[in-house]
């Protein structure tokens, strides 16, 4: 195991509804990364945040959003969803040194988001 | 670009080697993974290696790295049956405490008894 825990396990939700993901990141870790799974694909990157700011972020629409906390969980919102928000949302943590310099990224288990 | 291509599906029998193969098209890359997903589970990172290397052993696993052509490789040894999973091929970029990773659609090994 990692150390990085995700809750909940699975969530059912239905179009138009909003949605709000957590993420606990492994002990001594500083940076979160989230990824959408969708079935059979791999994980998309969707944003990182890094000293409770958004310091990157993929090709996703700004109603997919997110928090980072002065203990370095995070959460990922998702606003208006659609049926194709349905997939495996992935938190990754690792640690940013002073420098720059980036270590490895370990996954949690995810959230299976079920949009109906 | 950012891509990141593998073959679909792999079938070995048990206790042959499985070999894996990626592309990727970003010559900034700093790391190359390869990551291990089980059905309803996470990702499993398996192990990686830098940009400046050309190869990596652990224990049964062997990464090939050749940066010229951007084709990286994962080498199973003895595959067994509990080896079958989809197995990512990631590649990342970072500058300045920023590290954005991207993964391949994914390579289905399926051991055989």
């Known amino acids: 195991e990692t150390g990085v825990t995700q809750s909940p396990t699975h969530l059912i939700k239905t179009r138009g509804q909003q949605v709000t993901l957590r993420c606990s990141s492994q002990?001594?870790?500083?940076?979160v990364s989230w990824y959408q799974q969708a079935l059979g694909q791999g994980p998309q990157f969707i944003f990182q945040y890094y000293r409770e700011e958004e310091n990157g972020r993929g090709n996703f629409p700004p109603r997919f959003s997110g928090l980072q906390f002065p203990n370095y969980s995070s959460e990922l919102n998702v606003n208006a969803l659609e049926l194709d928000d349905s997939a495996l949302y992935l938190c990754a943590s690792s640690l940013a040194g002073t420098s720059g310099s980036m270590d490895t990224q370990y996954f949690g288990p995810g959230t299976r988001l079920t949009v109906l | 670009g950012e891509d990141v291509e593998q073959s679909l599906f792999l079938s070995v029998r048990e206790g042959d080697s499985s070999v894996i193969n990626c592309t990727y098209t970003d010559s900034s890359s700093t790391y190359l993974y390869w990551y291990k997903q089980e059905p309803g589970a996470g990702l499993q990172l398996l192990t990686y290696?830098?940009?400046?290397?050309d190869m990596k052993q652990d224990q049964r696993l062997t990464v090939l790295l050749n940066k010229k052509d951007k084709h990286l490789s994962l080498r199973i040894a003895d595959t067994q049956t509990g080896d079958s999973a989809i197995y990512f091929c990631a590649e990342s970029r970072g500058k300045g405490g920023y590290q954005k990773v991207t993964f391949g659609t994914g390579t289905k090994l399926q051991v055989i008894p």
């Open positions: 290696i830098f940009s400046n290397m």
């Open positions: 002990s001594g870790h500083n940076t």
